[in-house]
């Protein structure tokens, strides 16, 4: 019997040691891991500084912004003193403050005080449940376990992060932004008393409703800090005169389309997003863009967009994706900078650098001007106009769309797409033979925020270098074709002749900066481009309606072009490209007249800096060796023993044709006739269309009979008179401008011209 009241007494402390054990367990993980689990929060996105540039209500339909680490000391005072005095002292808990709370309530009969702390109502407002006495006991507990884990830096700003300000306000930074239009770190000490007392009964009591008693509880509480010592008796009356906010104020929304774009849509998080976006270049940049969208508004064009990039660091400073996000225009929301556009000429820099880089142009190699019919594809250049010969470095100032269509067919196009995508362009997503020549003219699209990447990248391999690993990830350049850095200097010089929409110019004035700039206009006058580049910074514009609608006179020059350099004037003073004299490159002489290699009847020539596989370029084609009579005339016979030798220009007859229209001072060959000697192996005469060796279709009229072919002949003699046949069958002749309809049916046929001197030029066709 003496061991049984010794075994219950085992059993005993056995039970309450388990009973405490579980207590303790149950105590230690009575406290969620995430206090607010499953909160919807704002998105909301800062700039590189960590300013406000938009927001997102959150999923709930509540201003609530994601929490953040710190809460402004004034606001930390405010609220401690009117809600919890001690909160630095006690653990969660503050007995004194719930037995006041308790005598008070029964003495009024209802409640009219909680004793809650901010640790309890940080607990209280995770939980979001019916306040009972039962529920004040768990707040309590949790509480104590919250101050265990937890600082009271940390408590204060979850608190602040989560309390409720009134109407569908919650959160200190949130409520300082709708309240008062700035950040809570900003706030006087007016403005954050003024939140202080909001949470305490933020339905009865807000900027919008009671706002007497709202004023009395703000200023008693204001004297309270002053009678402490916490303020200054000048600071409490200046606080105390500060009126009360109005009605919440609307949010910032600089670059709307950029949050769009990045905001996670399908988390109901929020998330608090920070860009390199510069807030004063970005307001700046989305004023001088409405402006001129009220302007171009009167022309029917009723979208803009722009981007700057730092081209030094690739970094986006300023991001305007559409103008008037929130003015209901149709097409408003459309972010027009990640939009695949057509692209108009604004492509044509790459392919000159491209066949630079190549070795397949030089920097003024003469490229053809004329009319030109490839399988169908007759492309113009804008002014319709031809100009027989053109430098391809002023072809590209000029944007002429003929001699780039050669150059593209002499590069390729599957190599120029290759080389595009490398690039960065990722909108091709057809098959290189799909886009054919027209690639370079408009025929495919792309967005105005990769291509002007593209641009910067390129005006940064220049300037310095190809880009180096540091650490920080992978430079915006990594991996760019464009890698010899003399071909781009080349590039840069030709596109600073771009001739600017105020017809300044540039060189007259030194104080004008120098802007490496193209534009390009996509057919139908439907999208207008303009984008420029410096050492320090890249600018695109695009102009044109969101739905694709087209505008006549909508150009690049006159539309995007004015709005780009007036972004540019915005932004600091730039500089100009280093000289090409670095890296690799070869020094050549160039032909002055035809920009090829010299070759060896070339008299005026220049020595160039080049890109190192410019000596794979052909020499000079144009210069050639001419026998004189001692009278000046040429030869016709070989009996004449003064007779002397000459290098002359000469262009293919086509070329010439259209050349010498706009260079009076060209000198041509006199007419020839067969068994003259005074140039070996000159043809005068060069059809334009068709090419020997081309498949062509004979188009149809409406009443199904054949429109015919109509053929295209140049001569170097304008009174010639030429004489054609198709094969064996004569056509007629023609003089002046020698254009002859043929109708042949299908297969093989020869085309052959006879001029009146005898000589003969034929070509090959197949018709289907």
């Not at 919440?248 to 769009?260: C, E, G, S, T």
């Not at 005006?459 to 650490?471: F, I, N, R, T, W």
């Not at 996509?522 to 207008?528: E, L, M, N, P, Q």
Request: hydrophobic share 40%.
């Amino acid at each position: 019997m003496r061991g049984k009241p010794r075994n219950i007494r085992k059993v005993t402390i056995s039970c309450v040691c388990t009973a405490a054990a579980g207590l303790f367990l149950a105590y230690l993980f009575c406290l969620p891991a995430d206090l607010f689990k499953g909160t919807c929060y704002s998105a909301i996105m800062l700039d590189r500084n960590g300013e406000l540039l938009g927001a997102r209500i959150a999923d709930d339909g509540q201003w609530r912004f994601p929490p953040g680490d710190s809460v402004p000391e004034k606001f930390v005072i405010a609220i401690t003193e009117f809600e919890d005095r001690w909160f630095r002292q006690h653990p969660g808990v503050n007995p004194v403050s719930l037995v006041k709370a308790a005598y008070r309530n029964v003495k009024a009969g209802h409640i009219v005080s909680g004793g809650s702390t901010i640790t309890m109502q940080v607990i209280r407002l995770s939980r979001q449940k019916e306040r009972t006495v039962w529920q004040k006991l768990i707040e309590c507990i949790l509480a104590t376990r919250l101050e265990l884990r937890c600082s009271k830096d940390e408590i204060m700003a979850m608190y602040a992060a989560h309390a409720p300000f009134g109407g569908n306000v919650v959160g200190l930074e949130a409520a300082a932004w709708r309240y008062f239009g700035r950040p809570a770190a900003e706030l006087s000490w007016g403005e954050c008393a003024t939140l202080a007392v909001l949470p305490n009964a933020p339905s009865m009591i807000h900027p919008g409703k009671n706002r007497q008693m709202l004023r009395q509880k703000r200023d008693r509480l204001l004297k309270r800090l002053a009678e402490k010592g916490k303020i200054d008796s000048t600071a409490c009356l200046m606080a105390c005169s500060e009126p009360l906010p109005d009605e919440p104020v609307p949010l910032p929304q600089y670059a709307p389309h950029l949050l769009d774009r990045l905001e996670d849509r399908k988390s109901r998080s929020g998330r608090s997003i920070s860009v390199t976006v510069d807030i004063g270049l970005q307001k700046r940049a989305e004023a001088i863009l409405e402006r001129w969208q009220a302007e171009f508004s009167r022309k029917n064009i009723g979208s803009m967009a722009a981007v700057i990039i730092d081209t030094r660091t690739g970094e986006v400073l300023a991001y305007c994706g559409n103008t008037g996000y929130g003015s209901g225009r149709e097409g408003c929301q459309v972010d027009i900078l990640q939009s695949p556009r057509s692209t108009g000429s604004i492509l044509k820099p790459f392919l000159y650098c491209a066949a630079l880089q190549d070795g397949t142009i030089l920097p003024g190699t003469m490229l053809p001007d004329v009319p030109v019919n490839i399988n169908g594809f007759s492309p113009q250049n804008f002014d319709l106009q031809f100009y027989g010969a053109v430098p391809a470095s002023e072809a590209l100032a000029r944007s002429l769309n003929v001699p780039a269509v050669h150059m593209l067919r002499h590069y390729g196009v599957p190599k120029f797409k290759e080389i595009l995508e490398e690039a960065g362009m990722s909108t091709l997503t057809r098959l290189a033979d799909d886009y054919g020549l027209s690639l370079i003219l408009g025929g495919a699209e792309g967005s105005l925020f990769e291509i002007t990447s593209m641009y910067a990248k390129m005006a940064h391999v220049l300037q310095y270098g190809e880009p180096e690993h540091d650490g920080t990830g992978r430079h915006p350049g990594h991996g760019f074709p464009y890698t010899d850095r003399t071909s781009i200097w080349w590039t840069m010089e030709a596109l600073k002749e771009v001739s600017r929409p105020d017809e300044m110019d540039w060189r007259m004035i030194a104080s004008v900066r120098k802007i490496a700039w193209k534009t390009g206009t996509s057919y139908g006058f439907r999208d207008a481009w303009a984008i420029g580049t410096t050492p320090e910074y890249t600018v695109g514009v695009w102009a044109g309606n969101a739905g694709g609608e087209g505008v006549p006179g909508l150009t690049g020059a006159m539309t995007a072009g004015p709005v780009m350099f007036d972004l540019f004037n915005m932004l600091p003073a730039t500089t100009w490209f280093r000289s090409p004299v670095y890296g690799e490159y070869v020094q050549a002489e160039v032909c002055r007249l035809s920009g090829h290699l010299k070759g060896p009847y070339c008299d005026a020539c220049d020595t160039l800096f080049l890109p190192p596989n410019a000596l794979r370029s052909a020499s000079c084609p144009y210069h050639r060796a001419v026998t004189l009579t001692s009278d000046g005339k040429f030869r016709t016979s070989a009996a004449d023993p003064d007779a002397t030798i000459v290098n002359m220009f000469l262009l293919p007859p086509a070329m010439e044709w259209y050349y010498r229209q706009h260079h009076p001072e060209y000198r041509s060959l006199p007419p020839r006739k067969r068994g003259t000697d005074f140039m070996d192996n000159f043809v005068p005469m060069e059809f334009i269309y068709p090419e020997s060796g081309s498949t062509v279709t004979i188009p149809r009229q409406l009443d199904g009979s054949k429109k015919g072919m109509v053929c295209n002949l140049a001569h170097s003699s304008p009174s010639a008179t030429v004489y054609w046949h198709l094969d064996n069958r004569y056509l007629g002749s023609t003089q002046f401008i020698h254009q002859m309809t043929v109708n042949p049916e299908r297969g093989e046929h020869v085309i052959t011209a006879v001029d009146s001197d005898g000589n003969t030029l034929s070509v090959r066709v197949t018709v289907i």
